[in-house]
C-alpha cells in the first residue's frame, strides 16, 4: 500500500465514483478499480458496495478514509514545512462572523507585534463552514461560537459575551419577563448560527421554542429592522454598543433569564501544529 492509493482512495470517496475520480485524476477507470481492489486485498475487507451501476462506501471504508485523510494531511505539511521557507511562519485562522466585527482585529494587531514575521491568512466564515475547513486542512486553528460534538476536535473555551435585548425607542419598556418577550415580534439570526443557538436555548429553559418574525444572516439587517420599530432583535451587547451609546436603540432587561454566548477556540485531533501556531494559541488563550 502507498500514499497513491489513499490519494485514489480518498477521491473515489469524495466524489462516489470511480468514473469521476479516474477523469479527475486523469486516469483510466480500470486503473482506479484495480487500485480500489488493491487496497480492498490488502485490508481483507469491502471498502465499497457496488449496486446498481452505484458504489457506497462501506463502514470498513468510512474508517479508512479518517486514516486516509490524517495521514495525507500530514505527509502534505510535512513537503510545506520542509520545501517552503514560509510555511512554517504561516497560520491560517478562521473565525466566526461576530468575533470578526468586534475583537479579532485588536488580537491580530497583537498577535503581529509579539510575533515577528508571522504571516496570517483569515477566513470569516459560519460556524459549520469552519467547522469543514478545519477537517479539509483548509485552516489550522478556528474561533467558533459554537461547536459540534465530533471527536475530530479538541476546543477550549476562549471567552464569553453577554447578548441583550433591544428594541426601537417607541417599542420601549424598563423590563419584562422571557415569557412576555416570547409575545414579541423577534428578530433572530439564523437557524445554526452561533447566536441563534443561544437564544433557543435561553427560550427552552422555560419550554418556549421561538417563532421568529424575521430571520437574517446578516446582524446589520436585524438592527435596521429594530431601529425602524419592526421588533425585537437579541444581538451581543458589543455588537450594538454604538447604537445604545447613541440612544439608536434601547435594551429591555429581561427579569427572570440571560442571554450568554460562548466562544471556544478549535483545531483538529490530529493536527500537527507548528511552533507558530502554538504561540497564536498561547496569545489568544
Known amino acids: ?18 468514473t469521476a475520480a479516474a477523469d479527475k485524476l486523469n486516469m483510466s477507470q480500470p486503473a482506479v478499480s484495480i487500485t480500489i481492489s488493491e487496497l480492498e486485498s490488502f485490508y481483507d475487507t469491502k471498502l465499497f458496495e457496488r449496486m446498481n451501476r452505484k458504489i457506497y462506501i462501506t463502514e470498513t471504508g468510512k474508517l479508512l478514509r479518517q486514516y486516509a ?8 505539511e510535512s513537503i510545506d514545512s520542509i520545501r517552503n521557507n514560509d510555511a512554517s511562519m504561516t497560520c491560517r485562522i478562521g473565525v466566526n462572523v ?10 491580530v494587531l497583537r498577535i503581529k507585534s509579539e510575533i515577528d514575521g508571522i504571516m496570517l491568512k483569515i477566513h470569516v466564515s459560519n460556524a459549520s463552514e469552519i467547522e469543514r475547513m478545519i477537517i479539509d486542512n483548509e485552516i489550522d486553528i478556528a474561533i ?29 419598556v424598563d423590563r419584562m419577563t422571557i415569557s412576555d418577550l416570547y409575545t414579541k415580534p423577534l428578530l433572530l439570526r439564523e437557524k445554526g448560527s452561533g447566536a441563534r443557538n443561544s437564544v ?31 421588533g425585537y432583535a437579541i444581538l451581543p451587547r458589543e455588537t450594538v454598543k454604538e447604537e445604545l451609546n ?15 454566548r460562548y466562544y471556544y ?10 511552533g507558530i501556531m502554538k504561540k497564536v494559541i498561547k496569545l489568544l488563550l
Request: charged share 20%.
Open 144 to 172: 467558533v461560537d459554537s461547536i459540534s460534538r465530533q471527536t475530530k476536535f479538541k476546543s477550549r473555551l476562549l471567552y464569553s459575551e453577554k447578548m441583550c435585548v433591544v428594541c426601537s425607542s417607541d417599542l420601549y
Open 98 to 107: 461576530t468575533c470578526a466585527e468586534t475583537y479579532f482585529s485588536t488580537w
Open 69 to 76: 485523510d490524517t495521514i495525507l494531511v500530514q505527509f502534505d
Open 265 to 274: 477556540l478549535v483545531y483538529h485531533n490530529n493536527k500537527y501544529l507548528t
Open 246 to 260: 447613541n440612544h439608536a436603540l434601547s435594551e429591555i432587561i429581561i427579569k427572570d433569564e440571560s442571554f450568554d
Open 200 to 230: 433557543d436555548a435561553a427560550f427552552f429553559r422555560h419550554g418556549l421554542i421561538p417563532a421568529p418574525y424575521m430571520e437574517s444572516i446578516s446582524t446589520l439587517s436585524l438592527i435596521h429592522m429594530v431601529k425602524s420599530g419592526l
Open 1 to 18: 500500500m502507498t500514499l497513491r492509493h489513499l490519494r485514489i482512495f480518498k477521491n473515489v470517496c469524495e466524489l462516489g465514483s470511480i
